[in-house]
């Protein structure tokens, strides 16, 4: 058995899904949750760290324990969502654990996938240690892994900044992004022309697809 078989099966032996407890402390990309007593000393990103600020604040994180041959570290976030996609980044040759929480401290997960849909390498090489040729490696191996229906969020935001919170659902963005696709453009043009689209309330693909145009 080689040592990458040996990692795995401790990992899977070890894993922890989540914690839930109270925030003891929270130093440099790191909190210490106290969990009946017991402290887990858990690597977080900024975002994460902005919102869990505050001693004794109860916490729940969704958690990756990575295991190596040297070091065990827990890795913890929020949302399960933002798990999902960080196990999908460590999953990219290049792109440890650490890089995938970088990443995912300087993007949104809306933004992270909507970056892997278009391409968008200089966008995701922002991250602290993610050069341009891993972010496009990234991008390479993830894109087909990302439905196109996830390329618009629920944080997604219109032009000036306005919140699409009463937007329609995903499929009829994605359904105009489509047919602009059919059109002719290109599908990071299709994607950031319909993200960019001021919506009105209960709008169908067909008022997306006269909103988008205006951005071609």
């Not at 402390?25 to 760290?49: H, K, P, Q």
């Not at 499929?171 to 059109?183: F, G, H, K, N, S």
Request: avoid cysteine; hydrophobic fraction near 45%; aromatic fraction near 6%.
């Amino acid at each position: 058995m080689d040592n990458e078989q040996i990692d795995d099966d401790k990992e899977e032996i070890l894993m922890i899904g989540f914690i839930k407890g109270t925030v003891d402390s929270i130093g440099e990309n790191r909190a210490l949750i106290d969990v009946n007593g017991v402290g887990y000393e858990v690597n977080i990103g900024s975002g994460t760290a902005a919102e869990i600020t505050g001693s004794g604040k109860e916490v729940k994180l969704y958690t990756y324990l990575a295991v190596r041959e040297d070091d065990m570290s827990l890795f913890g976030f929020l949302h399960r969502e933002e798990l999902e996609l960080f196990k999908m980044l460590i999953k990219v040759s290049g792109i440890g654990p650490r890089g995938a929480q970088a990443i995912l401290s300087v993007m949104s997960v809306n933004d992270l996938r909507f970056a892997i849909l278009t391409g968008d390498a200089k966008a995701i090489s922002r991250a602290p240690g993610i050069g341009g040729k891993t972010a496009q490696k990234l991008i390479v191996e993830l894109k087909d892994k990302i439905p196109d229906t996830e390329a618009f969020g629920a944080d997604t935001a219109g032009s000036g900044g306005a919140a699409l919170a009463s937007a329609p659902v995903n499929d009829e963005r994605t359904e105009a992004a489509e047919a602009l696709i059919a059109l002719g453009y290109s599908q990071a043009e299709a994607y950031r022309a319909v993200k960019s689209a001021e919506l009105p309330e209960g709008a169908d693909a067909n008022a997306i697809l006269k909103a988008a145009l205006k951005f071609l």
